[in-house]
T-cell receptor, first 115, second 111 residues
Framework: DVKVTQSSRYLVKRTGEKVFLECVQD?????MFWYRQDPGLGLRLIYFSYDVKMKEKGDIPEGYSVSREKKERFSLILESASTNQTSMYLC??????????????FGSGTRLTVV | SQQGEEDPQALSIQEGENATMNCSYKTSINNLQWYRQNSGRGLVHLIL?????REKHSGRLRVTLDTSKKSSSLLITASRAADTASYFC???????????FGSGTRLLVRP
């Protein structure tokens, strides 16, 4: 069964800590995405990557960075966690346009609380 | 900014009834997709409809797309308690890999 795996379901971190959220997919997908989900705001795109070592900013990149050293792994980094980054973080992957299906496959999410 | 907006925000129906959710968007699209999210979990892809398609079916799901009105609807027929979830529409713009999600419709199916 193909899947996207996020390393933690729940995470509690202190303000100012550097936080790493890891995402691994086993589908050989080129595209990978990080969203955050907040009540009433839906899903908002933080960063995405369409190839190894490539990254592009989404709609809300401030306070975040990403790393994609290998095709299967896409990491989201909170350089200095703040309480307003408390949220559900969702990783997703997809095949690029031109392939038959480019619906996203999502991970189960990481609920991050910054205290 | 949100591209897709679902309507209604919340819907409560009896098991066996049909559920209809609507999505409106602002700009031209390449395709529109619907996803389901069970409480506290990731999203699951349900169905994709391309901009040159008007209707698509998958099991108990029926999706329509009206590009002139920039709107789509998701119909779930003969609903079950297990259909209780949030449903999101997402649009793929013409020249982007990105999906832009709406804020979702919360569906409650009462047994």
């Amino acid at each position: 069964d193909v899947k996207v795996t996020q390393s933690s379901r729940y995470l509690v971190k202190r303000t100012g800590e550097k936080v790493f959220l890891e995402c691994v997919q086993d589908m050989d997908h080129e595209n990978m995405f990080w969203y955050r989900q907040d009540p009433g705001l839906g899903l908002r795109l933080i960063y995405f990557s369409y190839d190894v070592k490539m990254k592009e900013k989404g709609d809300i990149p401030e306070g975040y960075s990403v790393s994609r050293e290998k095709k299967e792994r896409f990491s989201l980094i909170l350089e200095s966690a703040s309480t307003n980054q408390t949220s559900m973080y969702l990783c997703a992957s997809s095949r690029p346009r031109g392939r038959r299906n480019y619906g996203y496959t999502f991970g189960s999410g990481t609920r991050l609380t910054v205290v | 900014s949100q591209q897709g907006e679902e309507d209604p925000q919340a819907l409560s129906i009896q098991e066996g009834e049909n559920a209809t959710m609507n999505c409106s968007y602002k700009t031209s699209i390449n395709n529109l997709q619907w996803y389901r999210q069970n409480s506290g979990r990731g999203l699951v892809h349900l169905i994709l409809i391309r901009s040159n398609e008007r209707e698509k079916h998958s099991g108990r799901l029926r999706v329509t797309l009206d590009t002139s009105k920039k709107s789509s609807s998701l119909l779930i027929t003969a609903s079950r308690a297990a259909d209780t979830a949030s449903y999101f529409c997402a649009t793929a713009l013409d020249s982007s890999y990105k999906l832009i999600f709406g804020s979702g419709t919360r569906l409650l199916v009462r047994p």
